[in-house]
């Protein structure tokens, strides 16, 4: 593997041993400094932090980014379709953050900050260990809280993906079919390769995808969920790469050449299918009944969320966005939506989001 090219400032190492893993990481500021643990979600990488590490480094920070279980150069996981998913449990991805900051010699963390799927992540470090992360800042994918406890003969839920699968045109869920055994296959396969492919995905859900200018959904419903994106709600026929394909450009300003060059670089070695794992979990209830341990429970320490005004994924679950300010958090400091931005908010305007966090992490320590 080559080395990354990373900013004067940044470096990788990997530490072995952590629950099951190598886990590879790109660090920056004084060792001794209180601790930001930031954690990437799909299809993404540790890499995705590398604009706002060194400013939050700057600021008095040891910054710390794996790639998570499934991801880059992190290694101990399985990529075969046909495993256990045990590993890819949410509650196993905390137990390796947890391990982590013991591998690197912490008894707490100042801030555990997740994007995108990672931001499911450090919601659950943060309501299972509260005593060890101080502080929580979720980005671009809101939590709503931990499921409530089954009620008895409740009625069962409708199918929303024989009504989308009914539509016309018909259409299907991304996660239910990031889930299904060819999803891998299909991105891997992508017409023009890796590169133009996640060109594509990147930039049909960035600020400047002229599609993107989200409202709140009424319920979960295939008319109202009809309503989003097709690269969230997706048409039926297609995998990911020919929906995206639509959006293919020749260059992106936040994901330059180079940087672009890394997600395919690492994505044509490993495969999307560790990352795809978390969906299963997700798809399967797998991660709802681990989060049915804290039913009842909120984020008791300090809360933020941040996330591109032009980022669909604040509303792809309706109602998440309201629960998680007024339920789920017990000190939410603020919901903040960055002008012009999209889904991949810390790279489209990495130093809006290093001035929200330092704010929120200021004020989190008082």
């Not at 953050?97 to 499911?120: K, T």
């Not at 869920?173 to 990147?202: C, D, I, K, S, V």
């Not at 309201?322 to 939410?332: I, L, S, T, V």
Request: charged residues 15%; proline residues 8%; hydrophobic residues 50%.
């Amino acid at each position: 593997m080559n080395a990354l090219p990373l900013p004067e400032g940044i470096t990788a190492r990997r530490i072995p041993g952590v629950n099951g893993l190598t886990t590879h990481l790109l660090e920056a500021g004084d060792p001794e400094a209180p601790l930001l643990l930031l954690l990437h979600g799909f299809p993404e990488l540790a890499y995705s932090w590398r604009h706002v590490m060194l400013p939050l480094a700057e600021a008095g920070f040891r910054v710390v980014a794996p790639d998570q279980r499934g991801y880059g150069r992190t290694t101990g996981w399985s990529a075969e379709y046909d495993t256990d998913l045990a590993p890819f449990r949410l509650l196993n991805l905390v137990r390796d953050q947890v391990a982590l900051v013991g591998a690197l010699g912490r008894d707490r963390v100042a801030a555990v900050i997740g994007h995108d799927f990672g931001s499911p992540v450090a919601a659950a470090c943060a309501l299972a260990r509260p005593d060890l992360f101080g502080a929580v800042a979720l980005m671009s994918a809101p939590f709503a809280g931990a499921p409530p406890l089954p009620t008895p003969h409740a009625a069962p839920a409708a199918d929303v993906h024989a009504a989308l699968a009914a539509l016309d045109p018909p259409r299907k869920h991304y996660q239910w079919h990031y889930a299904t055994p060819g999803a891998n296959a299909e991105m891997m396969a992508a017409l023009g390769g890796l590169a133009a492919f996640l060109r594509a995905y990147f930039h049909m859900k960035s600020g400047a995808w002229p599609e993107n200018e989200p409202f709140p959904l009424q319920g979960w419903t295939a008319g109202e969920l009809a309503k989003l994106p097709r690269y969230y709600v997706m048409d039926a026929g297609l995998g990911m790469a020919a929906q995206v394909a639509v959006a293919a450009v020749d260059e992106l300003a936040f994901l330059p050449p180079p940087a672009l060059a890394v997600f395919a670089e690492e994505y044509g070695r490993t495969g999307f299918q560790g990352g795809l794992h978390w969906y299963r979990c997700a798809t399967t209830g797998l991660n709802a009944q681990e989060l049915l341990l804290f039913a009842g429970r909120r984020i008791s320490i300090p809360a933020t969320f941040i996330a591109g005004a032009r980022d669909w994924g604040i509303h792809q679950v309706p109602g998440a966005l309201a629960r998680m300010q007024q339920q789920a958090c017990a000190d939410f400091r603020g919901l903040h939506l960055v002008p012009g931005a999209g889904h991949w908010v810390q790279q489209e305007r990495p130093a809006e989001v290093v001035a929200l966090l330092l704010d929120f992490l200021r004020g989190s320590a008082g």
